[in-house]
């Protein structure tokens, strides 16, 4: 869910981006799949499907009376219908998270499965970039490899990544590697939009710091100032 204040307009959907008024900070989350989460979510899926048939061969007979009552048709499409919606929950489960956080001084990266974060002068030079996953040469190798073994096309996971990146001063921070080219675009125009966003998010923040400041200040003012006397010659 997006952070509430006027600016948050600038930065709705995908991926989640929140706005701190108060701390000055923009916060980035960004769910996606990678090529990691897209292998586990295969191999969960695939022993859905084997305990699937192990309980259908412990009791056959019941598995038939079963599709004698509903009829052939009905029950394809019920075990369609459950195979397609475990499909699905589990690529809602299985998403990496990677976290940006812009502050007035530094940008802060958590990558999928980090403990710490790491933590980068805003100030200095960087910008921010996205390239084909560098696995993705080796895997078109393989990948011929084994169309002339089997005559058939491997699956395209590399090919299909994206690593989002940094490119600052202290090197290169890797930041994601999204398995969509849409999303990994989605991704970068998000970090370079907020990263530019930033300078002028600071100065409405601290011009509407001292704007209350003032107001406050004025408002005590007026208070502590001493009756006027409207009495005549006064």
Excluded: C
């Excluded at 299985?94 to 958590?110: D, G, N, S, V």
């Amino acid at each position: 869910m997006n952070g509430k204040g006027k600016d948050v307009r600038h930065f709705k959907g995908w991926p989640e981006t929140a706005i701190d008024e108060n701390n000055k900070t923009i916060m980035i989350r960004a769910r996606y799949v990678s090529p990691g989460m897209w292998r586990f979510r295969r191999i969960v899926f695939a022993l859905f499907i084997i305990g699937g048939l192990f309980l259908i061969f412990s009791d056959l007979e019941g598995f038939f009376a079963g599709i004698e009552k509903e009829g052939i048709v009905v029950s394809g499409i019920i075990i369609l219908a459950v195979l397609l919606f475990i499909w699905l929950f589990l690529g809602n489960v299985f998403r990496a998270t990677a976290q940006i956080e812009f502050t007035p001084e530094l940008i802060r990266i958590k990558k999928h499965g980090a403990i710490r974060w790491s933590e980068h002068e805003r100030g200095l030079p960087h910008g921010f970039g996205a390239d084909i996953h560098e696995k993705a040469y080796d895997e078109e190798k393989s990948d011929i490899k084994y169309q002339r073994k089997t005559g058939q096309e491997s699956p395209e996971i590399y090919r299909k990544t994206f690593q989002v990146y940094m490119d600052h001063v202290d090197g290169r921070v890797y930041i994601a590697d999204v398995m969509d080219k849409k999303k990994a675009t989605m991704f970068l125009s998000r970090l370079t939009g907020v990263n530019e966003f930033m300078d002028t998010f600071i100065t409405r923040a601290d011009a509407a710091r001292v704007i209350r400041q003032y107001t406050d200040e004025k408002a005590v003012s007026h208070y502590d100032a001493p009756p006027d006397d409207d009495r005549p010659g006064y």
